[in-house]
């Protein structure tokens, strides 16, 4: 009797080796433990009744110094033992666990790749929320403020006798 596949498609699936079950799954899960294919409903070595189930368990110890995971590598490894081998291979970093926050009043936002920016004023790195000027107490928008007499730091532009100033780019076009 053929356990892969169907009739048609013998290297298509395979049935599952769960004793009550025997479904015919066509994308079958294979134990790592036993080596035996299983259905969606018995892939986990507890569904199954694995026999190698515990062989398999990789564990780890994390660092509270760094937050560095540290794999064991004994079965019967003292936590404490592994922590004062990580130390001593010189590996542990407390710099590494503190990540930096965004320097705006109050704000405790992690920063990360994807929310920061760096203002171009005074070229602190703050988190998305506090990225205009006036959100992180800029002191380059605040002394062109003053120097402007309260005007805006990127730089006002007045109302000629009443007609609209023209955008940079078109008053930059010369005809030859």
Same mark, same amino acid.
């Given at each position: 009797? $053929?356990?892969?596949?169907?009739?048609?498609?013998?290297?298509?699936?395979?049935?599952? &080796?769960?004793? *009550?079950?025997?479904?015919?799954?066509?994308?079958?899960?294979?134990?790592?433990?036993?080596?035996?294919?299983?259905?969606? $409903?018995?892939?986990?070595?507890? &569904?199954?009744?694995?026999?190698?189930? $515990?062989?398999?368990?990789?564990?780890?110890?994390?660092?509270?110094?760094? *937050?560095?995971?540290?794999?064991?590598?004994?079965? *019967?490894?003292?936590?404490?033992?592994?922590?004062?081998?990580?130390?001593?291979?010189?590996?542990?970093? /407390?710099?590494?666990?503190?990540?930096?926050?965004?320097?705006?009043?109050?704000?405790?936002?992690?920063?990360?790749?994807?929310?920061?920016? %760096?203002?171009?004023?005074?070229?602190?790195?703050?988190?998305?929320?506090?990225?205009?000027? +006036?959100?992180? &107490?800029?002191? =380059? +928008? +605040?002394? =062109?403020?003053?120097?402007?007499?309260?005007?805006? *730091?990127?730089?006002? %532009?007045?109302?000629?006798?009443?007609?609209? /100033?023209?955008?940079?780019?078109?008053?930059?076009?010369?005809?030859?």
């Amino acid at each position: 009797m $053929a356990r892969r596949g169907t009739e048609f498609f013998p290297d298509l699936g395979a049935q599952c &080796d769960d004793v *009550g079950c025997n479904q015919l799954d066509f994308l079958p899960f294979e134990c790592d433990g036993c080596g035996g294919f299983f259905c969606a $409903a018995h892939r986990t070595y507890l &569904d199954h009744g694995c026999a190698k189930a $515990a062989d398999q368990g990789r564990t780890v110890v994390v660092c509270p110094e760094c *937050g560095g995971a540290i794999e064991r590598t004994a079965p *019967g490894q003292n936590e404490r033992e592994i922590l004062d081998e990580h130390v001593r291979s010189r590996r542990c970093d /407390p710099a590494r666990k503190r990540k930096p926050t965004c320097p705006a009043r109050r704000c405790k936002e992690v920063l990360m790749f994807c929310n920061t920016t %760096q203002c171009k004023g005074c070229g602190l790195k703050v988190c998305l929320k506090h990225r205009f000027p +006036a959100d992180h &107490d800029c002191t =380059a +928008a +605040a002394t =062109a403020r003053r120097a402007g007499g309260g005007q805006c *730091g990127r730089g006002a %532009q007045k109302k000629e006798s009443g007609r609209r /100033p023209l955008a940079v780019s078109i008053r930059s076009f010369k005809i030859c």
